[in-house]
């Protein structure tokens, strides 16, 4: 089973370690899962109930039920949980871990296996599926947690046929963004993320975020682009953008207000943010789930 060896509590990165005895693994989540960590196991995901933001890499967005995606191992990662009451629904999401090396070298290497390669390639990069895809392989996600051997490895087979026959997958991180192997790196990406998650609705300056993570600002704006293959700007108001996309679904509260819940310092800046981001304006956008 897995064990956490960094408290979740910590703000360092999670080392999750593998015991490769059980293979592959497969639960439900019940709790809150909203750790900026990497593993080096490959992680699929299975959003049931919840909603949030989610974090992969340099790809930040919004998640909701059905939201279905595979990651491969390395990537830094988190899914925090939008909840007023931080009361989670029980089995709000299905997570697998799985090695590589749990498929075996020489049936990988097979002709027939070619689209699982191609799958675990593109899982660089992060991989989502559409909600159709989504409900293809819950059934056979959910048969996982529950059966062993045999039946287990078969369920675990016809996600992965979902996956690889899929029409829509979708690329999650930039072209240019590779995990980063540095731990020192790691560990200040880890400090700069939970400080930008915690602080994002309030005034940051470079000079701010930088001390974070004790470099100057002009290391560290390059730092934080060779990390996450954006500017520390872009990934400030994609970050905000992404509450206030959730705010204006999800209530009632006025655009204004938002704006300034969010961050962002005037209502035009917001406005401009926003439609960069989103492709429309925020009463458009809002007016779509209306």
Known sequence: MYRHIISPMDADLERISYDDKEGIVARYLNNYEGIWHYHPEYEIVLNLKSNGTRIIGDSV??????????????????????TGDSVFPEKHGIMVHFHESSLGDKLLSKHEMQEVRDLLKMAGRGVEFSSDDASKAQVYLEAMTESRGIDKIINFFNVLRVMCRAENKRLLCS??????EDTGGNKRMSDVYTYLRENFFKPLTLNKVSAIAGMTPFAFSRFFKNQCGSGFVEYLNRLRTSKACYLLRETEFLIHDIALQCGFESISNFNKQFRKTEGVSPRTYRAQFR
């Open 175 to 180: 072209h240019n963004y590779s995990a980063s």
């Open 61 to 82: 967005e919004l998640f909701e039920a059905g939201n279905f995606v595979i990651i491969a191992g390395n990537i830094p990662h988190a899914w925090n949980y939008y």
